[in-house]
């Protein structure tokens, strides 16, 4: 039997070889693709030589992109000489990827966490994290946060994905070599894995909810 890394492997390898073979199809540059995506030139490289685990909405724009359903790369491919010199699919289907993924497990607690209740981290000064899910047992960790004025993270990385929405005050939200303002309302999404950093150039406290994939709390 496969481990779940082996098997990710695999998923990994069988979405690279088609999304490349599909880009070879239509003709296109990675670097026609990239802008289509609105990804980078590295990360469509990465994603077809199977060096990264794609997440769906990063797969939808591929597929929105090379015009076919999400469905098509996780469907069994039909196994013929064409596909001799591009190598064989691995047949996997969505259930499969989504099978990487753990269940919610509230360990007979109660799915509510009342605010008084909340576990607390402050990974800095002037920073407080605030755990929204009851544990850790599942797939992805949701936190409300607080920023003084003038605190800062510091840059830092770590696997996984994440997406927040401020919903007071600004936070200055620093990727790579870019810088993004976020206001009340506003809302980003970003590889963790991304060197970045978080923030508060403003004169009152910003608050905001951030989700990770995966928990990293």
Known sequence: MR?????????????GTKIRTLRNEKNLKITELAEMTGLTSS???????????????????????????????????????????AGAFTPFHLETYLKMFPPVNLENMSPV??????????????????????????????IYNEYDPGANTGQYSHPGSECGLILSGELLVEIKDKTYVLKQGDS??????????????????????????????
């Open 3 to 15: 481990s779940s890394n082996e098997s990710l492997d695999q998923l990994n390898l069988s979405l």
């Open 188 to 217: 980003i999404t970003f590889n963790s894995s991304d060197l970045h950093l978080k923030r508060n150039d403003g004169d009152v406290v910003c608050t905001c909810v951030w989700a990770n994939v995966p928990p990293w709390f």
């Open 43 to 85: 990360m469509i490289s990465q994603l077809e030589r199977a060096l990264l685990s794609p997440s769906i909405a990063t797969l939808k724009k591929v597929c929105e992109a090379l015009g076919i359903p999400l469905s098509y790369l996780f469907e069994e491919a039909e196994q013929g000489p064409s596909q001799a010199d």
């Open 113 to 142: 966490v009342h605010e008084e209740n909340r576990k607390f981290l402050s990974p800095g000064k002037g920073i407080r994290f605030y755990l929204l899910n009851p544990n850790l047992a599942g797939p992805i960790e949701f």
